[in-house]
């Protein structure tokens, strides 16, 4: 017990975000407040792009926090808080990206095929072509793994390092080389002749 | 020179190569127009999908910030009432027992001879089902409790004795003893017309199928009997009954119906509501109730006393006595329950297949040992 107090309390000092999380946890509402708006964007944001809607987002997002404050005693203090949080949220994202996959694969493959077709040698502006290919890019994403999905986006949408990436994700970094390098030419191939236009 | 790999080029992309690899592929890249394009294409792939993107507005996240905080310390104010409620439930469980007239360590050490003194069978006829709303209700004085020294000066012989006469058959076919003491009571065993009863009149207790129980207040309620005390116990109690188990119940079920089965659980169930009745108004109360069961044949007839009775009245008696009832498979009843939780919180581990279908009435003295020992009365079902 003692052990595990004086623990915190030097997690407290080296991080500050630990000490509000800890504060957040005992009811300070002022230091929760802060801690959601340092992190309340780039969770949304990664719930966001790896499940596709805002209200899976929102859902999240607020597990997400709420884990943090309720498994803080768990947090390791070799690693970094803004990683925690990603990998907290990660996970989340990735169960509900699984979930999500097996009631909709179906309907999912359908709409894409549809679609896919339509935007292919369309006469497009410049403007319109780049819209387009981030759709495609995002219906790309979304036949990937939620594995190779959360190595994508924590990459190119939150621009983290490779190290960052291991660090969030609890993988070693030639694994998200590998699996960053499968996503990248998974979703090139799936753009195919699109990409060729944009070019 | 040949081009990297794709891979090579993401990680140039990403700035993740390390100088050599750095060099050699800035070096490439000069001369390969293709490696450009690819470079190029992806970065701007990736940088269109990156900004696009919109954030909800930021009064949701605001929202969101309330809805978060809010959930988890209303969760954790709802845990933290646990304790605080476990505490107001413990002290109205405690408040409730001393009001109800819950006897006190020195009055649960009344002595056998207190106990056939003050329970004759004349007294006992007053639990036969009768008018809960007369009887003058747990305030009534009880008798006088005897004082722990006095109870261990009692003699093993005379309370063996008494053990005899306490604890009969609850059809009285049993052994001389129980005869004798059944004939004591043949007037009252004259009013009785059915078997159901019978039982009642008969045992000087509350019994429903299992074994009848009554008295031996020799043991204080925490002291642990002896081996050679439990095994007279026991043996005097199965030569009393003097049949098996099967064969007393298969006589009883012969003349007996389901309405009085039930009748009987109840009758027993009001029991302690009755100690404080004089004997001639018990007499009245067994006459008006037997001739209700007769009349009416249904189990319905002592619902409305039931009812209007608490029901921790069910189960004790001013007189530190209390009535177990226990269900076809030998588990108590919800009253039944509580009381031992409170009484002889071990019980659980004590609970044997010998109370199966069995109402008992015993002193609170006892109660320890009647769940250790199975009461030294052999089990009887109601099969």
């Known amino acids: ?21 800890e504060r957040a946890r005992d009811g300070d509402r002022d230091a929760f407040g802060e801690l959601f708006r340092k992190y309340e964007k780039r969770v ?12 899976e987002a929102w859902d999240i997002t ?11 005693d768990r947090f390791d203090p070799r690693y970094r808080f803004f990683t925690w949080m990603y990998r907290i949220t990660a996970n989340l994202a990735i169960n509900h990206a699984r979930k999500r996959k097996r009631r909709s694969e179906v309907h999912f493959e359908e709409s894409y095929s549809a679609e896919g077709q339509q935007v292919t040698r369309a006469q497009l502006s410049d403007r319109a072509a780049t819209e387009q290919l981030t759709e495609a890019v995002g219906r790309a994403l979304e036949k990937l793994s939620p594995s190779l999905r959360a190595v994508f986006v924590l990459r190119v949408d939150q621009q983290l390092s490779y190290s960052e990436i291991a660090e969030s994700l609890d993988i070693a970094i030639g694994t998200v080389m590998s699996r960053l390098n ?7 191939e799936e753009l195919g002749s699109m990409l060729e236009e944009f070019e | 020179m040949s081009c990297p790999d794709f891979e090579k080029l993401m990680l140039y992309l990403d700035g993740e190569l390390d100088e050599e690899d750095l060099r050699i592929v800035r070096e490439h890249l000069e001369d390969c127009e293709e490696c450009r394009r690819i470079l190029a294409t992806q970065s701007r792939l990736e940088e269109s999908w990156r900004n696009d993107f919109r954030f909800p507005e930021g009064s949701e996240f605001r929202r969101m910030e309330d809805r978060i905080f809010g959930r988890v310390h209303g969760r954790r104010g709802w845990r933290s009432m646990i304790p605080v409620a476990a505490g107001i439930i413990a002290v109205l ?8 007239g819950n006897p006190s360590l020195d009055r649960v050490s009344s002595t056998a001879a207190e106990w056939t003194k003050d329970y004759t069978m004349e007294d006992t006829r007053v639990g036969v089902p009768g008018r809960t709303g007369e009887h003058s209700g747990p305030e009534a004085p009880g008798p006088a409790p005897e004082s722990p020294e006095e109870t261990a000066e009692q003699p093993l012989e005379e309370h063996e004795e008494l053990v005899e006469e306490m604890i009969v058959d609850h059809d009285g076919t049993g052994d001389a003893a129980t005869r004798s003491l059944v004939d004591e009571t043949s007037v009252m065993r004259q009013q009785v017309a059915s078997d159901v009863t019978e039982d009642m009149e008969s045992s000087g207790s509350f019994a429903y199928g299992g074994g009848v129980l009554r008295g031996s207040a020799q043991v204080e309620q925490d002291e642990i009997p002896s081996a050679h005390d439990s095994s007279v116990f026991a043996e005097e109690a199965a030569g009393l009954i003097g049949q098996t188990p099967q064969e007393e119940a298969g006589e009883r079920w012969e003349t007996g119906t389901a ?13 302690p509501d009755m100690t404080g009745v004089t004997t001639s108004e018990s007499d009245r109360y067994l006459s008006e109730g037997l001739e209700e069961v007769e009349a009416q044949d249904e189990t319905v007839c002592f619902e409305e006393e039931l009812v209007s009775c608490p029901p921790e009245y069910f189960n004790r008696t001013d007189d530190g006595c209390v009535a177990l009832v226990f269900d076809g498979e030998g588990m108590p009843d919800s009253l039944t329950a509580v009381l031992l939780d409170s009484l002889s919180p071990g019980w659980r581990d004590y609970i044997k297949p010998v109370f199966m279908d069995t109402v008992m009435v015993v002193p609170l003295a006892d109660l320890n040992e009647i769940l250790r020992y199975g009461g030294g009365v052999p089990a009887e079902t109601t099969e």
């Open chain 1, 182 to 188: 499968r996503a990248r030419a998974r979703i090139r």
């Open chain 1, 44 to 55: 949304f944001r990664v719930a966001r792009r790896m499940c596709g809607s805002d209200d």
């Open chain 2, 93 to 100: 469980l405690g408040v409730k027992l001393i009001l109800t």
């Open chain 1, 62 to 72: 607020q597990d997400a926090f709420i884990r943090a404050m309720e498994a803080m």
């Open chain 2, 259 to 271: 309405a009085d089965d039930t009748a009987l659980i109840r009758s027993a169930e009001v029991v």
């Open chain 1, 1 to 21: 017990m003692l052990l595990g107090v004086l623990l915190m309390t030097a997690m407290a000092e080296d991080n500050p975000d630990i000490d509000l999380l």
